[in-house]
């Protein structure tokens, strides 16, 4: 067994179980003037900031952590937001006074060159786990299967945060303290089949649930124009580019989920679905470019509430 990091292990513990009340959650504003767009959009879809840490540092897990650190009696961590893939630059820095109340001192930042530190690539991650769904012991095991492992296996229901969305998670590991050993390539595979499952869900109950607006995000049409003759020209030439640079089905993908998050009551759900879509696709500096471009050239002049979505999308692309 190898010799487990008791420090960030603790720290990690610590930020999750006083999280379980978000009176302890405090927000800190000192850094957020330039990011004033996360706190509309937030705002957008239903939450503020504090319920956002309360379900971010609820979902807490050691990997996550890129630095953490003890001065005297106040201990503090920085942590990756949406971090698995390394897209983006935002994180989450928490302190707290190991001899005070049991008060969360939270704010978001964003770094100022570069990205946070990538996870290193190991074959296996700790994890806290929510509760355990199974357990084989490892003799049982080996009498069934050709290849022996040594330690018992678990089966572990884990919660994680996709945007804006907390989504569970089922994977498989080995007991280590209070903590379980899980492969990467058994986390990378689970989050990857919990998103599609959990997108293919959001676009069935937006259809069938959201009555009052009648939204069909499977079919949804991505080009919603006055049919003037200016108008159809313009989509003529936008179409026809977009096509040269084989952009037409991400643009009509996410212009679809785009018009489906600013019209249904399921905001929180089709921001997760947005960033999963934006995961698991890959686009070239150009192509982002050109995403962009007309997205912006659709829905620039619709409103606030589109920009707020579009520099999400700009954020995770």
């Not at 998670?169 to 990378?188: A, H, L, Q």
């Not at 124009?225 to 952009?247: P, T, V, W």
């Not at 982002?288 to 007309?294: A, I, V």
Request: aromatic share 12%.
């Amino acid at each position: 067994m190898r010799e487990l990091n008791q420090e960030l292990l603790k720290i990690c513990k610590t930020i999750r179980f006083l999280s379980f009340d978000i009176d302890n959650i405090c927000c800190q504003r000192d850094e957020l003037s330039q990011d004033d767009y996360f706190s509309q959009y937030l705002e957008l879809c239903g939450m503020d900031r504090r319920s956002y840490f309360f379900d971010y540092l609820n979902c807490l897990q050691p990997y996550m952590i890129y630095e953490y650190g003890t001065t005297g009696n106040l201990t503090w961590a920085k942590c990756r937001v949406d971090g698995f893939t390394h897209r983006i630059s935002r994180y989450v820095e928490v302190s707290y006074n190991s001899c005070g109340e049991g008060k969360l001192n939270v704010h978001m930042g964003v770094e100022q060159s570069g990205k946070p530190e990538a996870v290193k690539r190991t074959k296996d991650m700790l994890l806290y786990a929510d509760y355990c769904t199974s357990y084989v012991k490892a003799k049982e095991y080996n009498a069934m299967n050709i290849a022996p492992i040594k330690d018992d296996i678990y089966g572990l229901h884990v919660l994680y945060m996709l945007g804006l969305s907390k989504i569970a998670m089922n994977v498989c590991g080995t007991k280590e303290d209070e903590v379980f050993r899980v492969r990467t390539s058994n986390i990378k595979m689970s989050i990857s089949d919990v998103n599609s499952s959990y997108t293919n869900m959001t676009y069935e109950e937006v259809d069938v649930e959201d009555l009052d607006t009648e939204i069909n995000v499977v079919v949804s049409s991505a080009w919603e124009y006055e049919e003037s003759e200016d108008e159809l020209e313009r989509i003529r030439l936008m179409e026809e580019e977009l096509r040269l640079d084989n952009m037409t089905t991400v643009y009509s993908k996410l212009s679809s989920l785009v018009d489906s998050l600013l019209r249904t009551n399921f905001k929180r759900a089709l921001d997760g679905a947005i960033i999963r879509y934006l995961y698991e696709i890959y686009l070239t500096e150009e192509q982002k470019d050109t995403l962009m471009r007309f997205l912006e050239k659709k829905y620039g002049d619709k409103g606030p509430e589109y920009r707020l979505v579009i520099e999400r999308i700009r954020e995770y692309a």
